[in-house]
């Protein structure tokens, strides 16, 4: 597919994906969405590729939220599928990737935008960002995965407000309830997703992949977590990843593992 919405770079193992609608504040309208659900299904396909550090262009937004000119006139027939087609194409897509996806979020991120930003695995924050949903101002909640994946970060009391008042907080405050992982200064944002990406590059990529799984299903109501950790780890003894790894460790050398 030829991208007109982002940019997709790769740079060694990492693939740097850029929302790239600044003169819009990166709001995601459904070609963007098609785009992203493109690009993030290559990714999965791609061994060359061990990460994703997704980010949105300019300095002002992460993305602003949805293109709201797209669905101002739909139909609950229509809004249910715009939610559906959305969670299992991009967001869902996203939380499932066997690949770690680390939002480097340099601006607003409101809306869609957050909800992007938390379908991700890792959020790294820039000290100017704000967060948040401001869907109960045009008659909606978050349809894209919000309501749960806040509730599941920060808690059912802190996601109520945050949702109902649909105030915007500060990156240090997000930082502070658990909505990001790190709170940076803004010129250090990449610098940081990507040194998180140097610890991460040296372990087996087939156990972070099954980890990813693993702790996804702890927060998934109709799945045993515990009995898919048991799975994921007994898979991991079946990897050459493994016998390198215990080896390494026997032989007290680094090891070099090779996602087999």
Do not use: W
Not at 20 to 47: H, I, M, P
Not at 58 to 66: M, S
Not at 223 to 238: L, Q, R, Y
Request: one cysteine or more.
């Amino acid at each position: 597919m030829d991208y007109q919405n982002i940019k997709a770079e790769q740079k060694d193992s990492l693939l740097y994906v850029t929302i790239n609608r600044a003169e819009k504040l990166n709001a995601l309208n459904k070609a963007t969405l098609l785009e992203l659900a493109d690009v993030f299904s290559g990714v999965t396909l791609n061994e060359e590729i061990r990460g994703v550090i997704l980010t949105g262009a300019g300095e002002k937004a992460f993305v602003a939220g949805a293109d709201i000119s797209e669905f101002a006139q739909y139909t609950v027939e229509e809004g249910e599928q715009l939610s559906r087609t959305g969670h299992a194409d991009v967001f869902d897509a996203i939380e499932n990737c066997p690949k770690p996806v680390i939002a480097a979020i340099n601006g607003f991120a409101l809306g869609g935008g957050l909800e992007l930003a938390m379908a991700c695995h890792i959020r790294i924050a820039a000290d100017t960002a704000k967060l948040g949903l401001p869907e109960v101002t045009l008659g909606l909640i978050p349809g894209y995965g919000g309501t749960q994946r806040l509730t599941q970060l920060v808690g059912k009391g802190r996601a109520f407000e945050m949702i109902a008042t649909a105030d915007m907080i500060s990156a240090s405050k997000a930082e502070e309830i658990g909505l990001v992982n790190y709170c940076v200064p803004a010129a250090a944002l990449l610098q940081k997703a990507e040194e998180l990406f140097q610890k991460i590059l040296l372990r087996a990529p087939l156990a972070v992949a099954a980890a990813i799984t693993a702790t996804n299903a702890a927060v998934k109501k109709d799945v045993d977590g515990f009995e898919v950790e048991i799975k994921e780890f007994g898979s991991c003894f079946g990897t050459a990843d493994f016998k390198e790894g215990v080896n390494a460790f026997l032989e007290k050398r680094k090891p070099r593992f090779n996602g087999k």
